[in-house]
């Protein structure tokens, strides 16, 4: 390939990720688990953030660094939502030219533009790009950890003192960031082992990112969560652990925004709206079906380049490891797997890709044709991405939780006798977007108010306020669901209710 076209289509593929990343960047509200990334960088310090994530007993508490950061880059670029998720889509753009330079190193130039391509048209990615949570800033660091950890990797005469010590360094950093990274180090580290069984480069290697992650893995082994998993407050998983697997999978490859919206699946129609939507679902299945079985045939066929194959057995081995510890995890933890909790999976996942079609063939060769079908099934893996990221943007069936549009309604309808209040949400989003009259119910619930009824809890806590706007953020997954209705019967009469995504307010007036 020609230096000149190389570097031409490096910079399309670099242009179309940071479009697709800060395409209509604040077009949508920020959402609850953004309200919670608010909630802790909102402190005055970076101690009394550091201070206010590690004495909470949830999962955040796990992934401090993101909030650190955070915390600084509000403090530069302010407090829009165009600034507080643009941290994420930088990282987003940053992951793609890291990728891209990491399959220019283990593979040459056109599996670099292949493996770069698909991550940065990927809907997975795009979506937490544009996500003020962890999930951009962990691709990110795991992808540097892979990109120092391939001079490991490849055949070069080259000091590789400063990649170990670097390795080592962001391993380390990783760590800090999630404890889901040290999942993705244990598998890198276990597929080190098992592909290049070099006992002294194994050493040479791992020493410095032991010593430099001995902190934080000392801190999770010492938390109350590591002998009791169920002290950590995280959304515990009601689905056969089969269904996770599989959503995680169709997660990473093309995003939620492809398929039915997450919010149908919830209803009891649900087989129902799946079978409306078979024809993107058979694509789905016949495309990674032929990415999967072309990937088995490249890694069991002999090649001329065995450094190739070499790293493809390393990647696969990454991605295998990786998958099953995450698996244990969460049957340990019973956390709900999605896949925002596999991130690191889509990494070695993109990067082994384009060794379906690249490498093995020669265009004289007589499989060349056969060569071509996990090429065009690539093709289709993007066009699938591009389709789910239009969704994503443009269909309100696909949009995050409507935190703004409820504000508005409620500071332009609410009077001054009227009371609002949360029962299920973010109060800390109610308030970023202008709202500091709503009462957050859970605040008001004291030891003698729990055995009353949620009536009279909104009753008391709204001083018997003749008209009541009672919120809920998701109410599905509230445990008083059935019962709210009838016993805010007791009191009120329903006068209306008002939705919008994953939002719900019902009007209530105090019976005379």
């Given at each position: ?359 093995n063939y020669q265009r004289k060769n007589q499989l060349y044709i056969a060569s071509q079908v996990p090429k065009l099934a690539t093709v289709s893996l993007l066009l699938m991405n591009l389709y789910s990221n239009w969704q994503y943007y443009l269909n309100p069936a696909y949009a995050k939780d409507d935190y703004r549009s409820a504000v508005r309604y409620l500071i332009k309808t609410r009077n001054t006798s009227a009371k609002s209040v949360l029962l299920l949400g973010q109060d800390t989003l109610f308030r970023y977007y202008g709202d500091s009259s709503t009462i957050y119910l859970p605040d008001y619930i004291r030891k003698d108010m729990k055995e009353k009824n ?59």
């Amino acid at each position: 390939m020609k230096q000149s076209k190389y570097y031409f289509i490096a910079f399309i593929i670099i242009t179309i990720s940071i479009f697709l990343r800060f395409f209509l960047l604040q077009n949508q509200s920020l959402w609850f688990d953004e309200g919670w990334s608010l909630q802790l960088s909102n402190g005055g310090s970076v101690q009394e953030n550091l201070l206010k994530i590690i004495t909470i007993e949830a999962g955040d508490k796990y992934q401090p660094l993101y909030y650190l950061v955070l915390f600084y880059w509000r403090s530069v670029f302010g407090d829009s939502e165009f600034a507080i998720r643009s941290l994420s889509s930088l990282l987003g753009v940053g992951s793609v030219i890291t990728i891209f330079f990491t399959c220019l190193r283990v593979y040459g130039k056109k599996h670099a533009l292949w493996s770069s391509t698909i991550l940065a048209v990927s809907s997975f990615s795009v979506f937490y790009s544009q996500d003020a949570r962890p999930y951009a800033l962990l691709i990110f660091i795991t992808l540097l950890q892979i990109y120092f950890f391939s001079y490991a990797i490849t055949v070069d005469k080259s000091n590789k003192i400063i990649p170990q010590l670097l390795f080592g360094i962001f391993t380390a950093i990783g760590s800090f960031a999630s404890i889901l990274t040290i999942i993705f180090s244990s598998a890198i580290f276990l597929s080190h082992a098992i592909v290049y069984r070099n006992l002294k480069e194994l050493i040479r290697w791992w020493i410095p990112p032991l010593v430099f992650a001995s902190p934080m893995l000392w801190l999770y082994l010492s938390s109350p969560a590591a002998s009791n998993p169920a002290a950590t407050i995280v959304t515990r998983s009601g689905l056969p652990i089969i269904t996770n697997i599989m959503f995680v999978i169709y997660g990473i490859l093309v995003g939620t925004s492809y398929g039915p919206p997450l919010e149908k699946l919830r209803d009891q129609e649900k087989i129902n709206v799946l079978l409306g939507y078979w024809p993107h679902l058979l694509i789905f299945i016949i495309t990674t079906g032929i990415i999967f079985i072309a990937l088995v045939r490249t890694l069991i066929r002999q090649r001329k380049k065995k450094r190739y194959q070499e790293a493809d057995y390393f990647f696969t081995s990454v991605l295998a490891i990786s998958f099953l510890l995450l698996l244990i995890f969460a049957l340990g933890t019973k956390i709900n797997l999605l896949p925002r909790h596999s991130f690191f999976l889509c990494i070695p996942l993109f990067i082994l890709i384009p060794s379906t079609f690249l490498h093995n063939y020669q265009r004289k060769n007589q499989l060349y044709i056969a060569s071509q079908v996990p090429k065009l099934a690539t093709v289709s893996l993007l066009l699938m991405n591009l389709y789910s990221n239009w969704q994503y943007y443009l269909n309100p069936a696909y949009a995050k939780d409507d935190y703004r549009s409820a504000v508005r309604y409620l500071i332009k309808t609410r009077n001054t006798s009227a009371k609002s209040v949360l029962l299920l949400g973010q109060d800390t989003l109610f308030r970023y977007y202008g709202d500091s009259s709503t009462i957050y119910l859970p605040d008001y619930i004291r030891k003698d108010m729990k055995e009353k009824n949620i009536g009279e809890q909104v009753n008391i806590a709204t001083k018997n306020a003749d008209t009541v706007y009672v919120i809920f953020n998701r109410e599905y997954y509230w445990k008083d669901k059935d019962v709210f209705k009838v016993e805010m019967n007791d009191l009120y009469k329903l006068e209306g209710e008002n939705d919008w995504n994953y939002m719900k307010i019902y009007r209530f007036t105090r019976k005379k």
